[in-house]
C-alpha cells in the first residue's frame, strides 16, 4: 500500500466492456477493505467494502473480490461507463470498519473509459 | 443530511507560513481522520481525532498539529510550511466510508 510515484497505471477500456482493477495489499492481519473512487477534483467515494470472511461481495455493476491467501483485491465493474472514469483506490483497514487504526490506502489505478 | 464537509476550497500560502483548515464530521459521527495527498500520490493518513482526543498520528513532523472540537469539528493545523506540504487534505469520518471535498492547499 506504498505510494509509486506520479504516473499512475492505467486500465484503458471500451464502453460497455467489463473492467477488472486489481490491488495487492500489505498486511496479512487487515480484515476490512474498501474500494473508492476519486474523480478528478474531488475527494475519495466509497464504492464497496468487504471484510475478510468473505471471498466475494456484489454490489451494482460492482464486484469485489478477495484472495486473502496471496494478499490481492479486485474491483470489477460490469458494462463500464463513461462516469466511471476515475482514479480508483484500494484500502485496507488491519482492524476492521471504524477500527482504532488508519487505512492504508493503494497506489491508484487510473481508469480511462473510451466510447 | 449534509456528508463531511471540508473548508476552505482552495488555500494559498507562502513558505513559512501556517495554514488551517477546517473539517465537521457527518452530525452525530465523533471521530475525523485527516490525509494528505500529494499530486499524482495516494492518500498518506495524517491524524484521528475522537471524542476530541488525538487517538492516532501518521509520520509527520510535529509542524502537522489539529485539535477537535466539542461539536467534532476538527481542524488541522500546518506551521512553517514548505513547498512540498502543497497536497489535497482530505478528511473522513469515523466510518472512513465518508470523505469531504477535500482542501487544496497551494505553498509558493
Known amino acids: 500500500g506504498e505510494s509509486v510515484g506520479l504516473h499512475l497505471p492505467t486500465l484503458s477500456v471500451q464502453e460497455g466492456d467489463n473492467s477488472i482493477i486489481n490491488c495487492a495489499y500489505s498486511?496479512?492481519?487487515?480484515?476490512?477493505f474498501i474500494w473508492y473512487k476519486q474523480e478528478s477534483g474531488k475527494g475519495p467515494q466509497f464504492i464497496i467494502d468487504?471484510?475478510?470472511?468473505?471471498d466475494k461481495r456484489q454490489g451494482q455493476r460492482v464486484t469485489v473480490l478477495l484472495n486473502k491467501t496471496v494478499k490481492h483485491l479486485s474491483l470489477q465493474i460490469a458494462a463500464t461507463q463513461p462516469g466511471d472514469s476515475a482514479v480508483y483506490f484500494c484500502a485496507e483497514n488491519p482492524l476492521g470498519p471504524g477500527g482504532y487504526n488508519k487505512l492504508i490506502f493503494g497506489a491508484g489505478t487510473r481508469l480511462a473509459v473510451h466510447p | 443530511e449534509a456528508g463531511v464537509t471540508q473548508s476552505p476550497t482552495h488555500l494559498i500560502k507562502t513558505r513559512g507560513q501556517q495554514a488551517t483548515l477546517r473539517c465537521s464530521p457527518i452530525s452525530g459521527h465523533t471521530s475525523v481522520y485527516w490525509y494528505q495527498q500529494a499530486l499524482g500520490l495516494g492518500l498518506q493518513f495524517l491524524l484521528w481525532y475522537d471524542e476530541g482526543e488525538e487517538r492516532n498520528r501518521g509520520n509527520f513532523p510535529p509542524r502537522f498539529s489539529g485539535r477537535q472540537f466539542p461539536n467534532y469539528s476538527s481542524e488541522l493545523n500546518v506551521n512553517a510550511l514548505e513547498l512540498e506540504d502543497s497536497a489535497l487534505y482530505l478528511c473522513a469520518d469515523n466510518t472512513e466510508a465518508f470523505f469531504g471535498q477535500g482542501t487544496r492547499l497551494t505553498v509558493v
Open positions: 498486511n496479512s492481519a487487515s480484515d476490512y
Open positions: 468487504i471484510r475478510s470472511n468473505m
